[in-house]
């Protein structure tokens, strides 16, 4: 097992004046932590979330740093002393290859949900009664444990029929549709606008034996009329596990997928928007048949009214 040497020199709210001055010493590979630049990330996409982790919000707090890691050699220990002597004031710490490869694992656990599922790293086994659904939670948003995920594969265990038609807007990992197909639906159109999206899906359902029922699109499915066109309707349930902010503007869309008695799931709520989006879907014309609620967090269940 390597042993590493993570060094954070402080960046005093010029990260990338910093990380020039350690190019020039022959060091790369750098991850900048600023508290500015998150700030200023949040606020120009807020329209895809309505929370964010306390957690994350502390450890940015204050935040001007530049991290890089060293091999722990005696020519490494030495560079860090250069750092030093140029003023850059680094602190330093031990690492080994299992921290940061395979330790982040050990917060994976099997997720129950509903009253048959349950969703099952994809390096552990499973020998319980429940219907796994087998996912690598490293790739994009949708690992099961959120309490947003969990309601929608409850009301997704409910409303599954075999050979249904499912669709999936804003898929991230995919563990929706993946779950819908492991239960019996005979095919799962899923979309994102994140680029990778369709290589994860694709991964993900190949763990679980679905590929084969799964056709995968990137694009905003509000502001792309050639992909809703392409996406087209009479979907048996249509999903759409996202934040308020885009599950309004979506709703005047939602009756266009659906076949007449499909039924659309939506979450991704937060506590305090839950009013807000049931009116959008009802000047939709969706009729709210259920509303679920978790920690503070909200879904519906609704079909056309």
């Known amino acids: 097992m390597s042993n590493w040497i993570e060094v954070t020199v402080p960046a005093h709210g010029d990260p990338e004046a910093v990380c020039e001055k350690l190019t020039g010493m022959g060091l790369e590979g750098f991850v900048i932590e600023d508290e500015k630049d998150f700030k200023g990330f949040l606020a120009g996409n807020t329209q895809y979330w309505d ?87 490293g790739l994009l948003f949708g690992t099961g444990d959120h309490p947003t995920t969990r309601m929608c594969l409850a009301a997704v265990e409910k409303l599954t029929g075999p050979g249904c038609r499912v669709l999936d807007l804003g898929c991230g990992s995919g563990i929706l549709g993946i779950a819908a197909a492991v239960l019996g639906a005979g095919a799962v159109t899923a979309a994102d606008v994140d680029e990778k999206a369709p290589d994860i899906v694709r991964d993900n359902a190949r763990l679980n034996g679905v590929e084969d029922v799964f056709t995968v699109h990137v694009g905003d499915v509000i502001a792309s009329g050639a992909l809703r066109a392409k996406l087209g309707g009479g979907y048996d349930l249509v999903l759409a596990n996202i ?53 503070e967090w909200h879904a519906f269940v609704c079909r056309r009214g």
Not at 101 to 114: C, F, I, L, M
Not at 244 to 267: H, M, T
Request: charged fraction near 25%.
């Open 51 to 137: 929370f964010v982790d306390e957690d994350l919000e502390k450890s940015m707090a204050g935040a001007s740093r530049v991290k890089f890691w060293l091999a722990d050699t005696d020519e490494s220990r030495a560079l860090i002393a250069q750092l030093y002597e140029k003023g850059f004031d680094p602190a330093s710490r031990p690492v080994a290859d299992a921290d940061w490869e395979n330790n982040w694992r050990d917060y994976y656990k099997p997720v129950e949900a509903g009253e048959k599922l349950v969703v099952v790293p994809q390096w552990q086994d499973y020998d319980g009664d429940r219907t796994p659904v087998k996912l690598d939670p």
């Open 243 to 295: 934040v308020a902010d885009v599950i309004i503007p979506l709703a005047p869309y939602v009756g266009g997928f659906l076949a007449p008695e499909g039924a659309f799931v939506c979450s991704g709520i937060i506590d305090g928007r839950q009013n807000q989006v049931a009116a959008a879907l009802e000047s939709a014309g969706l009729a709210v048949t259920e509303h679920l609620t978790l920690e």
